[in-house]
């Protein structure tokens, strides 16, 4: 059974910094595609990061370009997304997900393993 579990998300001011983290139980990210989503209230949950091959490739939405950077470490077998220069408009849950087979490109859906969301709150 694969568990996704999600930390890191919180309170912060427009322009500040957050640091989530994704953690997996019962597999490893070394070779897996793995997305971010995030939902805001009363919208559609949508794609903000992901890679593909453990890293060798990454994909981003393009209201988080330059600003959001996802990354694996693996010593840990966890999934960062680092947040910079945040706007109230990232106010959101965010997703960390996995897929079950390893694809040749970032999907922006069809992810089999989701985790339960963190809060990403961005103050004005």
């Known amino acids: 059974q694969v568990q996704v579990v999600e930390s890191g998300g919180g309170l912060v001011q427009a322009g500040g910094s957050l640091r989530l983290s994704c953690a997996a139980s019962?597999?490893?990210?070394?070779?897996?595609?793995v997305g971010w989503f995030r939902q805001a209230p009363g919208k559609e949950r949508e794609f903000v990061a992901g890679?593909?091959?453990?890293?060798?490739?990454?994909d981003y939405a393009v209201s988080v370009k330059g600003r959001f950077t996802i990354s694996r470490d693996n010593a840990e077998n966890t999934v960062t997304l680092q947040m910079n220069s945040l706007v109230p408009e990232d106010t959101a849950v965010y997703y960390c997900?996995?897929?079950?087979?390893?694809?040749?490109?970032?999907?922006?859906?069809?992810?089999?393993?989701w985790g339960q969301g963190t809060q990403v709150t961005v103050s004005s």
């Open positions: 890679f593909i091959r453990g890293g060798d490739f990454t």
């Open positions: 997900a996995a897929k079950r087979v390893a694809t040749l490109y970032v999907p922006r859906s069809g992810y089999d393993y």
């Open positions: 019962g597999r490893s990210f070394s070779s897996s595609t």
